[in-house]
């Protein structure tokens, strides 16, 4: 079993920054494939990025490519994910997400997911 606590969600400005944390409990978490989903008010789930269990690899949703960075430090547990440029259109619930499978855009091959946290940006 892991649990996923996400933070450093919070307000924005267009075109500011922020940098989203995900701490794991358990001792498996350098094993797992890491990945950052997000849901609008209104909209269903949009994958973000994804990274390999070593941090080698990384994709990214279309919408964020190029603005957004996944990485991870598996001596912490942690995966982050530092947001640039922001948009009015990037609000979300974003909400982290492990699995012991291959990269995947697919949010059901991740097994074990956080609550999330409120990423609001203001024009």
């Known amino acids: 079993q892991v649990q996923l606590v996400e933070s450093g969600g919070g307000p924005a400005q267009t075109g500011g920054s922020l940098n989203l944390s995900c701490t794991a409990s358990g001792d498996s978490f350098s094993m797992y494939v890491a990945a950052w989903f997000r849901q609008a008010p209104g909209k269903g789930r949009e994958f973000v990025a994804t990274?390999?269990?070593?941090?080698?690899?990384?994709g990214y949703g279309e919408s964020v490519r190029g603005r957004f960075a996944i990485t991870r430090d598996n001596t912490k547990n942690t995966v982050y994910l530092q947001m640039n440029d922001l948009r009015p259109e990037d609000t979300a619930v974003y909400y982290c997400?492990?699995?012991?499978?291959?990269?995947?855009?697919?949010?059901?091959?991740?097994?074990?997911w956080g609550r999330g946290t409120q990423v609001t940006v203001s024009s």
């Open positions: 997400a492990v699995g012991d499978s291959a990269v995947s855009t697919a949010g059901n091959d991740y097994d074990y």
């Open positions: 990274i390999n269990s070593r941090g080698s690899h990384r």
